[in-house]
């Protein structure tokens, strides 16, 4: 087995084996301790398997792994940040177009169906969405080493090394795979409540795809993982958020989610671009630039 292999393989049983462990113990454990645990080995399972493989299977180090911000890219930083903004747009104008519902603005709706599934709004809170999407900016910004510890996974090892030559193969089989690593919690109906195994089993899965192109995208073009990591923790914060506000308890999320069937439309359109422009490059004249940022500080 060549050390390529051998690394993607030992990846893929790390991050997977400890991070079903931590969504069982999560989904499972009744005291706040153990269910903390377990969101955070989660979390941080991709990011675990990365090290370990890199420092002590593989051994070959971190000069890939794109730790450095490189804010000099700062305008691919901030599509990262912007971009759900934009996605949640689409899908509030074709949601109606496509007879799946209608964004409520006032969010009475929302808070009502949050409360509902046990999420209630603080009373501090605001509740028009103009200052709820403030919060949720900062939180992005604030969340990113969170989902470093995804991020640092997929995109700093497994979407470099799994078809090195063909870029967007390999954001496919990855985003395959990402998907499935959602499945403890998307078969509870984390993101698809009222259709869990058509959602994941089918419909996230092919969002994971769209958000491997763009994301590797962002990491190749900034040479950074933390683009990639604000990128999805703005996924998270402002994306799932605004959904969540807008359309819940007026529609079902298998459509009008972030990840649902009208996001492939903006998303889609975007890694379509992405792809059909030859913007993902081949991991070898990827580091090569990514050295050429490094020396040019």
């Not at 499935?180 to 969002?207: E, K, M």
Request: aromatic content about 14%; hydrophobic content about 55%.
């Amino acid at each position: 087995m060549n050390r390529n292999r051998k690394g993607v393989v030992a990846y893929l049983l790390i991050a997977f084996g400890l991070a079903w462990a931590g969504f069982e113990a999560m989904y499972r454990s009744k005291g706040l301790p153990l269910r903390a645990g377990g969101v955070v080995v989660s979390a941080f399972a991709p990011a675990v398997a990365c090290f370990v493989v890199r420092k002590w299977v593989t051994r070959e180090g971190f000069a890939d792994a794109g730790l450095r911000l490189h804010l000099r890219k700062w305008p691919y930083y901030l599509l990262a940040w912007l971009l759900p903004i934009a996605v949640v747009a689409c899908i509030v104008i074709l949601s109606p177009i496509f007879g799946a519902s209608t964004a409520d603005f006032s969010l009475d709706r929302g808070f009502r169906y949050l409360a509902s599934v046990g999420k209630p709004v603080p009373s501090w809170a605001p509740h028009s969405l103009l200052p709820l999407l403030c919060i949720w900016l900062i939180q992005a910004i604030v969340t990113v080493p969170i989902f470093f510890g995804e991020e640092f996974g997929w995109r700093g090892y497994l979407q470099k090394r799994l078809f090195p030559e063909s870029p967007a193969l390999s954001a496919v089989i990855t985003g395959l795979i990402w998907g499935a690593w959602h499945l403890p919690a998307n078969l509870r109906g984390y993101n698809f409540p009222d259709d869990p195994i058509l959602g994941s089993l089918v419909v996230f899965p092919v969002s994971c795809i769209f958000m491997s192109i763009i994301f590797g995208w962002l990491v190749q073009t900034t040479g950074s993982i933390w683009s990639s990591s604000l990128a999805h923790a703005a996924t998270n914060n402002i994306g799932g958020d605004l959904v969540l506000i807008l359309f819940g308890g007026g529609a079902n999320f298998l459509y009008v989610g972030y990840v649902g069937l009208l996001g492939w439309i903006p998303l889609g359109a975007l890694s379509a671009w992405i792809v059909f422009t030859g913007q993902l490059k081949p991991a070898a004249e990827a580091l090569h630039e990514m050295a050429q940022r490094a020396q040019a500080g």
